[in-house]
């Protein structure tokens, strides 16, 4: 058990921790820089419980977080670091996660990262090989010690377990129906993939951050859940409110009253330490177990924020909310609202199981779509009076190079046409209502939507509708009750590329055969 499990696992404290944007840059060991001489300053710090460091954040290349992440575990400090998909296959990261275990930086909190912005010479090639879900599936296996074939054929060997302590995120902040059920699909997968602790991402209506809480305390998902502090300054809250950076949600009204704060002697510093002050002393009455506190660069300002807290503490936490409400116009709410109180009301569901509205979702339907439902019936589904004869035609085929050729040819012609098919050869069309993930989604989400999606748009490519949406739009048109991410995570197997999806479908070769449970 790592130090900070232990806080969260056998003490009743409200913890507190900080996040740290390593800069792009040699930090010369003699001389340091802002941001590791604010680490110091933080680690000298008995109120901070942790200190978190980003991983290129915003798809900007920086200085890896285990430089900082050592320097801080030196001194006694519990560090967590961010891990991301965007730079590196599962191989690399899991070398990364070798290392990580070694130097015993243990704590983890797991993304599938923002889309890459910048790199030397032209953006970066993004990989996303893994996403948040399979990552967190491969760590998950690493602590209960990885399984792997041994030299002598058919041997296995077992590697000895890790002891990570996995976080994941999650955003309430979504506009749409479409976006938020996706995302509380998404965190029930997680944290079945391995996740032990949970922190959203940031925003500054306290209503949606209760409604987290009442989602979690309703579907039993018992894991600490840690409330994001954003300390705002006028010019980041701009950038926020034009959506420019992903996941990162300021509202029309929040920004009306900063252009108001701004023209304040002081540019409205009180204001941004007041609000995230007022936001940590709601998180600990709503019974969140930690605050985090980010976009702090100096320990002045840290201080000032913890210290306000101290002082707000001796109030009713209540008090504070209709100062922490700055709601997006027209956003969708999981809960209906407390009147009383201002936050939700998990009694109120505005998500009916089954009630579609069917217009609103029928843009989503193709004739491509309605082929397919029917296709899959027939011939996919393992409940198919045709299943069978498909294991055995592909069996047949198999031995016969000719027709074998002749059948991809025309699963090739067909895929592509109708589905933009990449022929990855592991095909999770029927896993996303038939939207294929390899080429319609810029970080191939094989296991629900990124956390960036603003307004039903794509993060990477926002002239384009998020697969997911479109995904959930399809179920609800159709009165479907399941959910879309009940189910095991699906991991890839890049051995299957420029292969016959079907044929590795039916000869249990793909994602959905048992001998991908291998680990479990
Ligand atoms: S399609 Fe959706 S899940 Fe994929 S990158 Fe875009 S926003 Fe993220």
């Not at 599938?112 to 879900?133: C, E, I, K, M, N």
């Not at 054929?153 to 902040?173: D, I, K, M, N, Y």
């Not at 409330?227 to 034009?242: D, Q, T």
């Not at 900063?258 to 709601?282: H, N």
Request: net charge positive; hydrophobic share 35%.
């Amino acid at each position: 058990m790592t130090k900070l499990q232990y806080f969260f696992s056998e003490t009743k404290n409200f913890l507190i921790g900080a996040e740290i944007v390593p800069s792009r840059g040699i930090i010369p060991l003699e001389h340091h820089d802002k941001i590791s001489d604010f680490a110091e300053t933080l680690c000298q710090d008995d109120r901070v419980h942790w200190i978190s460091i980003t991983d290129n954040a915003g798809g900007n290349p920086r200085l890896s977080p285990s430089f900082l992440g050592e320097m801080i575990l030196q001194q006694g400090k519990s560090v967590i670091i961010h891990m991301t998909c965007k730079d590196g296959n599962r191989n690399s990261l899991e070398s990364l996660a070798w290392m990580y275990a070694s130097e015993g930086l243990d704590n983890l909190l797991v993304m599938s990262g923002d889309y890459p912005v910048a790199g030397d010479r032209g953006t970066a090639q993004p990989v996303f090989d893994l996403d948040s879900v399979g990552l967190l599936s491969l760590l998950s296996d690493m602590n209960r010690g990885l399984r792997m074939y041994g030299r002598k054929p058919g041997s296995v060997v077992q590697l000895s377990p890790t002891e990570f302590f996995l976080g994941a995120v999650v955003s309430p902040f979504k506009l749409t129906e479409a976006e938020q059920v996706m995302q509380y699909e998404k965190l029930e997968l997680k944290i079945k993939a391995g996740a032990q602790f949970i922190i959203p991402q940031l925003g500054y209506d306290m209503r949606k951050f209760h409604e987290l809480k009442l989602f979690m305390d309703e579907n039993k998902l018992n894991v600490p859940l840690i409330g994001n502090v954003y300390k705002l300054s006028g010019p980041v809250a701009r950038l926020f409110h034009k959506g420019v950076i992903p996941g990162c949600i300021v509202s029309d009204s929040l920004m009306e009253k900063v252009e108001k704060e701004k023209k304040s002697p002081d540019k409205g510093k009180a204001f941004f330490i007041d609000l995230a002050a007022k936001q940590i002393v709601t998180f600990k009455g709503m019974g969140y177990r930690a605050a985090y506190l980010c976009g702090i660069e100096n320990h002045r300002d840290f201080d000032d924020v913890l210290e306000k807290a101290k002082e707000y503490e001796t109030s009713d936490w209540k008090y504070f909310i209709p100062e922490l409400l700055y709601p997006n116009s027209g956003e969708f709410f999981y809960y209906g609202k407390d009147e009383k109180t201002g936050l939700s009301d998990s009694s109120v569901r505005n998500v009916r199981p089954g009630a579609g509205d069917r217009r609103k979702y029928r843009k989503y339907v193709s004739p491509a779509y309605r082929f397919s439902r029917i296709v899959h019936s027939l011939i996919f589904s393992k409940r198919s009076l045709f299943y069978q004869s498909r294991v055995n035609s592909y069996k047949f085929l198999e031995k016969h190079k000719t027709l074998n050729k002749l059948s991809y040819n025309f699963e090739r012609a067909a895929k592509s046409l109708m589905f933009n098919c990449h022929e990855c050869g592991d095909c999770s069309l029927s896993d996303i209502k038939y939207l294929c993930p390899q080429s319609q989604c810029a970080k191939n989400q094989r296991n629900g939507p990124c956390g960036g999606s603003l307004n039903n748009m794509c993060e990477a490519f926002p002239e384009k509708t998020c697969i997911w949406v479109k995904a959930y739009g399809r179920q609800r048109y159709f009165r479907e009750k399941t959910t879309l991410l009940d189910r095991d995570p699906i991991i890839k197997d890049n051995s299957l590329k420029n292969t016959s999806g079907w044929a590795n479908y039916f000869l249990g070769r793909d994602h959905q055969a048992e001998k991908h449970r291998f680990n479990d």
